[in-house]
């Protein structure tokens, strides 16, 4: 606990991404079941620009599954913090300068559909009646990324991509161990129209 303490003074407080780095790359050494020191990092990484970094750090923390509860892997870090920066790292994926506009879903990125079912936990997760709190973001970087994904979705399938009920798209045929991942942040396979569109199957 004490190196993800340490972690979050360097990169909030005193603005050091080196020691930051250093201490969050420790946390993860000493307990990487920890959720949150992969959080803190792969954001760091992210806003410094190091998008492939930041996917690597937070991948293996998608894919984990709850060991136990405690204060390193509470409900909140799990179904929030956690899918949040999955989808805004993934997000900044989808819109660097160098990718190219898709024009179908077949040209969708690939983790596409999990970045828009990670941001869709997050959003839902994150608050509540009492709060509208993304502690680590902004409700208007949130809303930047929601809105990211609706336009590479339009742009792909003229607007009519099934964003509210996710699913695998199709052409897709993910590994048995992306299937696991996309699993269980909610996205099962779909059926494919004519129309190159994704149709959800029912139960």
């Not at 750090?57 to 136990?68: D, G, H």
């Not at 009519?160 to 996205?187: N, V, Y």
Request: aromatic share 10%; with cysteine.
């Amino acid at each position: 606990a004490s190196a993800r303490f340490l972690g979050y003074a360097y990169q909030f407080f005193r603005f050091n991404v080196d020691e930051a780095t250093w201490w969050y790359t420790k946390c993860i050494e000493v307990d990487p079941a920890r959720a949150d020191c992969p959080v803190y990092l792969a954001k760091l990484q992210r806003e410094q620009g190091d998008i492939a970094g930041a996917w690597a750090t937070i991948l293996p923390a998608l894919k984990r599954t709850l060991p136990e509860r405690s204060f390193a892997n509470n409900f909140y870090i799990q179904e929030c913090s956690l899918p949040l920066e999955g989808a805004l790292t993934l997000v900044s994926q989808f819109t660097q300068a160098e990718q190219p506009t898709p024009s179908s879903t077949a040209e969708l990125p690939p983790n596409f559909m999990l970045g828009w079912s990670l941001l869709r936990t997050a959003q839902r997760s994150c608050t509540s009646e009492k709060f509208d709190l993304f502690v680590i973001e902004t409700s208007e970087t949130v809303e930047a990324a929601e809105a990211a994904f609706r336009r590479i979705a339009k742009n792909a399938a003229g607007g009519i991509l099934q964003l509210e009920t996710p699913c695998f798209i199709h052409g897709i045929r993910p590994e048995e161990e992306d299937r696991d991942l996309l699993q269980k942040w909610g996205l099962g396979p779909c059926l494919s129209s004519d129309d190159d569109t994704a149709v959800p199957l029912v139960g």
